[in-house]
C-alpha cells in the first residue's frame, strides 16, 4: 500500500511562486508515474503535469513556461514549482501515483492553492 500526502499549497498573489511536495511512504511496485492534478470548483479535475520513475515528464498547455515537476527518488517525494501564477490556477491540487506493472492508482489528500489578482 502506498500513501501519498501532500503540502505547499497557500495562498499567494498573482505574479507570485509556490512549490508543492508530494511524499509517497510503502512500497512502490515498478514502473510508475506521478501526476498532479488540480479541481477548481464546479470544474473537472485535470492533469496538470507528470514525471515517470524515469524521469519523463509531461505538461498541460496552460502551465508550460510556468511549472516545473520534478523528483528526488531518494527521498520519494515529487515537486511541482509553480511560477508566475494566475488566478485562474486557483484550485485544489492533489498528487497520484499510477503503478503501471499492477494498474494500481493512489490519491493524496489534496491541498488548496489560491491565486488572488
Known amino acids: 500500500q502506498v500513501q501519498l500526502v501532500e503540502s505547499g499549497g497557500g495562498l499567494v498573489q498573482a505574479g507570485g511562486s509556490l512549490r508543492l511536495s508530494c511524499a509517497a511512504s510503502?512500497?512502490?511496485?515498478?514502473?510508475?508515474?506521478t501526476g498532479w492534478y488540480r479541481q477548481a470548483p464546479g470544474k473537472l479535475r485535470d492533469l496538470v503535469a507528470s514525471?515517470?520513475?524515469?524521469?519523463?515528464?509531461n505538461y498541460a498547455d496552460s502551465v508550460k513556461g510556468r511549472f516545473t515537476i520534478s523528483r528526488d527518488n531518494a527521498k520519494n517525494t515529487v515537486y511541482l514549482q509553480m511560477n508566475n501564477l494566475k488566478p485562474e490556477d486557483t484550485a485544489v491540487y492533489y498528487c497520484?501515483?499510477?503503478?503501471?506493472?499492477?494498474?494500481?492508482?493512489?490519491w493524496g489528500q489534496g491541498t488548496q492553492v489560491t491565486v488572488s489578482s
Open positions: 497520484k501515483l499510477r503503478e503501471l506493472v499492477l494498474q494500481r492508482d493512489y
Open positions: 510503502g512500497s512502490i511496485v515498478g514502473f510508475n508515474i
Open positions: 514525471i515517470s520513475s524515469g524521469g519523463s515528464t
